[in-house]
Antibody, heavy 120, light 107 residues
Framework: EVQLLESGGGLVQPGGSLRLSCVVS????????MNWVRQAPGKGLDWVSV????????YYAASVKGRFTISRDNSKNTVYLQMNSLRAEDTAVYYC?????????????WGQGTLVTVSS | EIVLTQSPGTLSLSPGERATLSCRAS???????LAWYQHKPGQAPRLLIY???IRATGVPDRFSGSGSGTDFTLTISRLEPEDFVVYYC????????FGQGTKVEIK
């Protein structure tokens, strides 16, 4: 059974940093691209970032480029999202999502999300 | 950059009725790279349809997808009580984009 479990969310002040983690099981992790998608309160889904299976390719939404960094540790079946210079508009539930195989594909499994609140 | 517009924003129907949800793209989507997800509050989104019309594993056959180019449709043939939630379309191209969602509510 495929499982994705996010952690690391919480309350952080504007300008602060936070690192999210997503531990997966049930599939050969290094064969699949992984994504972060967020949902602000009362809003829809918003893609944030993707990393290829090897970790060699990463892509970001314009709204987070230069502030967020996606990475993965294939020995730990874990994908990370390092979030720096956080803003109030980054407040959201952050989901990790598995790509069908490669970077520009649909998301066939999702985690239940972790809440990030940016507020003073 | 492609913009996806879903309509209606809210669809009020009764159990057993047919639901038709629309997703319109600002420019043509190549290879029909369009997916639909179901999202229940507090849960992980669930893949329903990919490549515009292919049902994902385990998805009931009352869910179907159609369309090409700029106009896509998710149809739920007979609404079950658990279907009254939010649905999103998603273009999985170089810059993934989601529609703003359609909420299906009980009339």
């Amino acid at each position: 059974e495929v499982q994705l479990l996010e952690s690391g969310g919480g309350l952080v002040q504007p300008g602060g940093s936070l690192r999210l983690s997503c531990v997966v099981s049930g599939f050969t992790f290094n064969n699949y691209a992984m994504n972060w998608v967020r949902q602000a309160p009362g809003k829809g889904l918003d893609w944030v970032s993707v990393i290829s299976g090897s970790g060699g390719n990463t892509y970001y939404a314009a709204s987070v480029k230069g502030r967020f960094t996606i990475s993965r540790d294939n020995s730990k079946n874990t994908v990370y999202l390092q979030m720096n210079s956080l803003r109030a508009e980054d407040t959201a539930v952050y989901y990790c999502a598995k790509s069908r195989r490669y970077v520009a594909e649909f998301f066939d499994y999702w985690g239940q999300g972790t809440l990030v609140t940016v507020s003073s | 950059e492609i913009v996806l517009t879903q309509s209606p924003g809210t669809l009020s129907l009764s159990p057993g009725e047919r639901a038709t949800l629309s997703c319109r793209a600002s420019q043509s989507i190549s290879n029909n790279y369009l997916a639909w997800y179901q999202h229940k509050p507090g849960q992980a989104p669930r893949l329903l349809i990919y490549d515009a019309s292919i049902r994902a594993t385990g998805v009931p056959d009352r869910f179907s997808g159609s369309g090409s180019g700029t106009d896509f449709t998710l149809t739920i043939s007979r609404l079950e009580p658990e279907d009254f939630v939010v649905y999103y379309c998603h273009h999985y191209g170089s810059t993934p984009k989601f529609g703003q969602g359609t909420k299906v509510e009980i009339k």
